[in-house]
């Protein structure tokens, strides 16, 4: 939480976000900021972060030809069915075959940046909900993020 001239604005990304909020008030030092990379222009450009600050500090530690696994959202277009009524279970696979055909013109898409960057696709199509696991190197996650045919990126880790 951070009080600005009697005005409570709630911060949830600590640092990250008063990086932001000193660069949209002008009051940062532009000097003083760190010099640009991937993540830092993403995070000028976009407040609406594609990857988490917890996913972009551990991202940060790695070199940028590493390879990860990572799980992307694709960008599909919103239904245009109304949530109120129930949907019968043909109305519901409808649906999800066409989450599906439009998260494969995103992945259309964002193979060039796959290709580019030593990206190796870990499913034959996306999911149902329009994700699908890749590996890919630490810079190919920061140029996957500034895509518009992605919606956010997140790390594929096991859970124990």
């Known amino acids: 939480m951070i009080i600005l001239g009697g005005v409570v604005l709630m911060m949830p990304y600590g ?4 990086t932001l909020l000193g660069v949209v008030l002008g009051d940062a030092n532009p000097a003083a900021l760190p ?3 991937p993540l830092n222009s993403c995070v000028r450009e976009n407040y609406q972060m594609k990857i988490s600050p917890e996913f972009a500090a551990r991202l940060a530690g790695l ?4 390879k990860i696994r990572v799980l992307v959202f694709l960008q599909v277009p919103p239904s245009n069915h109304q949530r109120s009524p129930r949907l019968s279970p043909e109305q519901r696979k409808a649906e999800m075959v066409a989450t599906q055909k439009a998260a494969e013109s995103s992945l259309n898409q964002i193979k060039p940046i796959l290709n580019q960057y ?8 996306p999911s149902l909900l329009g994700t ?10 920061y140029v996957l993020s500034q895509s518009n045919a992605v919606k956010s990126i997140i790390e594929d880790q096991d859970i124990n």
């Open 63 to 66: 070199k940028s030809q590493e």
């Open 35 to 37: 010099p640009l990379t």
């Open 132 to 141: 699908i696991p890749v590996e890919i190197t630490v810079a190919g996650v």
């Open 15 to 18: 640092i990250i976000g008063l």
């Open 118 to 125: 030593n990206g190796k696709l870990l499913a034959p199509s």
